[in-house]
């Protein structure tokens, strides 16, 4: 089975409008952890935000906001405020257990923000 | 500063042939790693060293071979290059290897053999 699906793999968004990314994981670890990246067309790989599997709130960074039902196994990516430069490919990923050495990528989701 | 950094950023070269790709972090992370991107973007893990030990080796032809002198510099180096190894290869590193442990990627070296 997949350990990280991302569903959507191309959306659009109007400048200045939020748009959600979604995420879905599988484990059976209760210790993990789910992050996002965003890779431009540059190529570079970059870290966006983070959301341990205790923790109790939904992490935010700045425009970028993590949906984490823990119950549905989602881990959303919601970009507020979208602006040009958001466009680029979006990675969700997973990392299990107290070691943690294997961190599991999905697809991707490319999002173009229209102006 | 740059966090992590790859040489080269380009690498073209024909079948066949030898090739290495350097990676050095100025973190103090003790944990680094090698991914392949392949052309539809698909991001798959291929080695990660903890303190200049290999931890995780998947199934990678052994044409690679991973190279660590020390805990803040893991190489990979190819051997009789394949048209199918043309690819992004991306060096990262994290503080250990926790789960909460984010990784922090180089810039990536697109590999292109002829």
């Known amino acids: 089975a997949q350990k990280i699906t991302q569903t959507q793999p191309g959306m659009f968004v109007q400048e200045k409008e939020a748009v959600t990314l979604d995420c879905t994981y599988d484990?059976?670890?209760?210790?993990?952890?789910l992050f996002w990246y965003k890779q431009p067309s540059s190529g570079e790989m970059i870290f966006l935000i983070y959301q341990g599997s205790y923790d109790q709130q939904n992490a935010t960074e700045g425009r970028y906001s993590l949906n984490f039902q823990k119950a549905r196994k989602s881990a959303n990516l919601v970009i507020s405020a979208s602006q040009l430069g958001d466009s680029a490919m979006y990675f969700c990923a997973m990392r299990e257990g107290n070691t943690g050495n294997q961190f599991y990528f999905g697809t991707g989701t490319s999002l173009t923000v229209i102006p | 500063d740059t966090a992590v950094s790859q040489t080269p950023k380009y690498l073209v070269t024909q079948m066949g042939n030898d090739k290495s790709i350097k990676c050095e972090q100025n973190l103090g992370h003790d944990t680094m790693y090698w991914y392949k991107q392949d052309s539809k973007k698909f991001l798959k893990i291929m080695f990660s060293?903890?303190?200049?030990?290999?931890?995780i080796n998947e199934t990678v032809p052994n044409r690679f071979s991973p190279k660590s002198p020390d805990k803040a510099h893991l190489n990979l180096h190819i051997n009789s290059l394949e048209l199918g190894d043309s690819a992004v290869y991306f060096c990262a590193s994290s503080l250990a290897g926790g789960r909460t442990d984010t990784q922090y990627f180089g810039p990536g070296t697109r590999l292109t053999v002829l």
């Open positions: 060293y903890n303190n200049k030990e290999l931890i």
């Open positions: 484990t059976s670890d209760p210790s993990y952890g």
